[in-house]
């Protein structure tokens, strides 16, 4: 490793000691770089790595909401803006009680990469609360109200609106921020600004939605996925597949890989993990996505109603399966961890691809590497969720809506080309097939070469 980047880290870790998911993601993209920063000595000129790794704005806000009840809660939001050389801020905003400066400026960081593979015009951004819209402020073993998250989504875009807008920054959806979250902060934000904008995407299909929004991210995993195994004339049929999540990442990527002949085996949720040796159909998978999306309610619940579906209360889908050929972790970071990994390897599997931020600790990336597998990160694997917000912002610069068909042939060829760069990437600096040093590479270079054109700024 260069010393260049040696001292960045070090500076870096000192800055931000207590915030370790931000380091770690910061010096997973750092250690790969030294081929490209050692052939660019304007990277170090322009002290690119020391401004990209420092976010361009931090925002943090009280949030004020009143519950069913009638009494005052408050909530703490966020807006981490952290490059924007080559676009409009874009990321999702999240609300979760893990939520603190550490994982936003983590997922922030890797927005910068991901948005930059996409080709797309885009910079990272990532923001959301520490309100848990799972959990009932009054009421033990129930959910938030509507009106609680409305009004919630509300009070958080009242200070937020300030902050964005269709040339600055496009927040979007991400953990538990899904439709029913974006169209209460879309009324918010345009009875405020009185103006009708594309200032969000994931936005409900009557007013300025996408289609393929929801699918995209999932269909994006499988089809960098598909690209991968087609550089060893290989394909899904009759694959193996284990997934850990079942919102709509893992759902939608589960129902690809079953119409191209893979089976799928696991789901999984914070209440535990589902197995079905036989597979799980379309049927299942839609009956999964109208217990999340509809009841809201546990996977825990649905094993009795699915034939052939055993469930394991509190564990993750990795270490139920006879056996594996690809994994996709796509829940949340650190999901699966070294050991989780060596089951994986012993087991058979031969791919792996992230539909979820980070979702491998370094032990199991390490791992993965060692292995020589197919491992793809989630910068590159997930990037197909911002790709389609990117679209849908298009769409409404527009003031058109595009057919299903036509998104989702965009989103494949997007994909295609985030695998392709990537590929090249790793390949032109020595290490052809490691997609972690290609992502990482081709992300970087774009958002390194707009910093040192606009000077410093």
């Known amino acids: 490793m260069s010393t260049y980047i040696d001292q960045t880290l070090k500076d870096l870790k000192a800055k931000n000691a207590d915030q370790p998911e931000f380091i770690q993601a910061a010096e997973e993209v750092l250690t790969t770089l030294a081929p490209v ?3 660019h000595p304007e990277y170090q000129k322009n002290a690119i790595l020391e401004r990209i790794v420092e976010p361009e704005r931090t925002i943090m806000f009280r949030v004020n909401w009143i519950d069913d009840t009638g009494a005052v809660r408050v909530n703490r939001g966020y807006r981490i803006q952290f490059n924007s050389a080559i676009g409009p801020y874009k990321g999702g905003l999240r609300f979760d009680p893990t939520v603190n400066l550490s994982v936003l400026k983590f997922l922030g960081f890797e927005q910068i990469f991901k948005n930059s593979l996409t080709t797309l015009p885009m910079g990272g951004a990532k923001g959301g ?30 200070e937020l609106f300030r902050h964005i807008g ?16 974006i169209g209460y902060l879309y009324g918010q934000y345009r009875k405020i600004v009185n103006e009708w904008n594309g200032v969000l995407t994931g936005k409900g299909l009557p007013f300025g939605g996408s289609l393929v929004r929801p699918e995209a991210t999932g269909y994006g995993c499988i089809y960098f996925a598909e690209n991968m195994l087609k550089t060893k004339k290989a394909n899904f049929k009759g694959k193996v597949c284990a997934i850990s999540g079942s919102g709509n990442v893992a759902s939608f990527a589960a129902q690809k890989l079953v119409t191209l002949g893979a089976k799928v085996v696991t789901l999984s949720d914070r209440s535990g993990a589902i197995y079905a040796k036989s597979g799980l159909s379309l049927d299942d998978l839609k009956a999964v996505m109208e217990l999340k999306t509809v009841k809201r309610g546990e996977l825990s619940e649905i094993a009795k ?25 796509c829940a949340r970071q650190n999901e699966l961890n070294g050991d989780d990994a060596a089951y994986l390897l012993k087991h058979g599997c031969k791919l792996v691809a992230e539909g979820a931020n ?8 390490a791992a993965f590497l060692k292995a020589k597998i197919l491992y793809a990160p989630g910068k590159a694997a997930n990037a197909g969720g911002v790709a389609t917000s990117g679209l849908e912002m ?27 760069n990537a590929y090249a ?11 972690v040093m290609g992502a990482n590479i081709a992300g970087f270079v774009k958002v ?9 700024c």
């Open 37 to 39: 920063v050692d052939a």
């Open 129 to 158: 609360s520490d309100f848990n819209p799972k959990v009932s402020p009054h009421t033990p073993g129930k959910r938030c109200s509507d009106g609680e998250v409305m009004r919630f989504c509300q009070s958080f875009m009242t």
């Open 166 to 181: 269709p040339n600055t920054d496009v927040p979007a959806g991400d953990m538990n921020v899904g439709g029913r979250e």
């Open 305 to 329: 109603q699915l034939k052939g579906v055993k469930f394991f209360p509190g564990v993750n889908s990795w270490q139920i399966v006879d056996k594996v050929d690809c994994a996709f972790p």
């Open 358 to 365: 980070m979702p491998s600790t370094p032990d199991a990336v």
């Open 394 to 420: 298009s769409q409404n610069a527009e003031h058109l809506s595009w057919s299903a068909e036509e998104v989702d042939s965009k989103l494949r060829g997007i994909m295609a080309a985030i695998h392709d």
């Open 425 to 435: 990437a790793a390949a032109k600096y020595g290490h052809k097939g490691n997609y």
């Open 448 to 456: 390194a070469d707009a910093m040192v054109a606009q000077g410093v």
